[in-house]
């Protein structure tokens, strides 16, 4: 019995992690993605009249409904593709700026150097929630005024992809900070080396040294490290949505779901399935990331 335990569990161990939470998370993404189409002409759907307010789940409602009779699984899907797409968005920024930042300071050295990372030092040491409320009041008005000067939007639909596009600055203009610490230490370490030492000898430009001959050395720990942030993203998200800070209903997010959820948990009555579907798929789809990443993290590092 026992060596049939020990065969199964090295026959676990052999399963790639990476390709575990890949495929895992190939299966929720996948869903979110695809009936984008279907969950936003539906997410707001309400069914006051048929008496469908906070039904279990069933065969009509497979993840039951809500207090305002509005089928969880548009909502949750939805919300998925919103908590996806902004933290996928976030990371996108994050990485623009971490890999801008540190590349610079990592290259020109000196003085200069030491500004550029103790700003990322300070900025370690502020509040996360209070930066990211004032980068909101900040950034927006402006976005709102640049969503109204486009046609045909209506005041709806421009103070939703405020909340996102807003929310989803705010995240990437504050998650650089640990992919510009780790581009500085690549580019310290590869500006000593002598094809750097040539390029620079041979009068190429700072710009076309990063271009030509940093980046694409850079290219691993990129990846890795902005596949390590996007799951962070998610979580900011969905940890401000909760609080109220971030997408504000009725768009749904999972953040935003689970604290209507919340709600629904008393003593009165237990309507567990709002609070569960949300919770468990931003679970599932952050441990999904996280082994991706980690696989990722151990790979690049066995290669260097």
Request: net charge positive.
């Given at each position: 019995?026992?060596?049939?335990?020990?065969a199964?569990?090295?026959?676990?161990?052999?399963?790639?992690?990476g390709?575990?939470?890949?495929?895992?998370?190939?299966?929720?993404?996948?869903?979110?993605?695809?009936?984008?189409?279907?969950?936003?002409?539906?997410?707001?759907?309400?069914?006051l009249?048929?008496?469908?307010?906070?039904?279990?789940?069933?065969?009509?409602?497979?993840?039951?409904?809500?207090?305002?009779a509005?089928?969880?699984?548009?909502?949750?899907?939805?919300?998925?593709?919103?908590?996806?797409?902004?933290?996928?968005?976030?990371?996108?920024?994050?990485?623009?700026i971490?890999?801008?930042?540190?590349?610079?300071?990592?290259?020109?050295?000196?003085?200069?150097?030491?500004?550029?990372?103790?700003?990322?030092?300070?900025?370690?040491?502020?509040?996360?929630?209070?930066?990211?409320?004032?980068?909101?009041?900040?950034?927006?008005?402006?976005?709102?005024?640049?969503?109204?000067?486009?046609?045909?939007?209506n005041?709806?639909?421009?103070?939703?992809l405020?909340?996102?596009?807003?929310?989803l600055?705010?995240?990437?203009?504050?998650?650089?900070?640990?992919?510009?610490?780790?581009?500085?230490?690549?580019?310290?370490?590869?500006?000593?080396?002598?094809f750097?030492?040539?390029?620079?000898?041979?009068?190429?430009?700072?710009?076309?040294?990063?271009?030509?001959?940093?980046?694409?050395?850079?290219?691993?720990?990129?990846?890795?490290?902005?596949?390590?942030?996007?799951?962070?993203?998610?979580?900011?998200?969905?940890?401000?949505?909760?609080?109220?800070?971030?997408?504000?209903?009725?768009?749904?997010?999972?953040?935003?779901?689970?604290?209507?959820?919340?709600?629904?948990?008393?003593?009165?009555g237990?309507?567990?399935?709002?609070?569960?579907?949300?919770?468990?798929l931003?679970?599932?789809?952050?441990?999904?990331?996280?082994?991706?990443?980690?696989?990722?993290?151990?790979?690049y590092?066995?290669?260097?």
């Amino acid at each position: 019995m026992s060596e049939a335990i020990t065969a199964e569990s090295q026959r676990w161990r052999r399963i790639p992690a990476g390709g575990l939470g890949g495929a895992i998370l190939l299966m929720i993404v996948g869903p979110c993605l695809l009936t984008l189409p279907w969950s936003i002409r539906h997410y707001d759907d309400q069914r006051l009249d048929e008496n469908r307010s906070l039904l279990s789940p069933s065969i009509a409602a497979p993840m039951g409904t809500d207090a305002l009779a509005r089928s969880m699984l548009p909502r949750c899907l939805l919300g998925g593709a919103i908590s996806l797409g902004i933290g996928i968005a976030s990371a996108a920024i994050a990485v623009v700026i971490g890999v801008a930042w540190g590349a610079t300071a990592g290259y020109a050295g000196g003085h200069v150097d030491a500004v550029m990372m103790r700003i990322v030092d300070v900025l370690y040491g502020l509040p996360y929630i209070l930066l990211v409320v004032l980068l909101d009041l900040a950034l927006k008005p402006w976005v709102t005024q640049r969503l109204e000067s486009l046609p045909a939007v209506n005041q709806n639909a421009v103070t939703a992809l405020a909340d996102v596009i807003t929310l989803l600055l705010a995240i990437g203009g504050l998650s650089w900070l640990t992919m510009a610490r780790v581009i500085r230490g690549q580019v310290l370490s590869l500006r000593t080396r002598p094809f750097i030492e040539a390029a620079r000898a041979g009068g190429a430009r700072p710009i076309r040294i990063f271009f030509h001959h940093l980046l694409p050395n850079l290219i691993a720990p990129i990846i890795v490290y902005a596949t390590l942030t996007v799951p962070v993203a998610i979580l900011q998200e969905s940890f401000l949505s909760f609080l109220g800070i971030g997408v504000q209903l009725p768009l749904p997010s999972w953040g935003n779901l689970a604290s209507e959820g919340m709600a629904q948990i008393h003593a009165i009555g237990q309507r567990w399935w709002l609070l569960l579907w949300p919770c468990l798929l931003l679970g599932i789809t952050l441990m999904s990331l996280n082994f991706l990443g980690e696989s990722l993290r151990q790979s690049y590092q066995r290669t260097t």
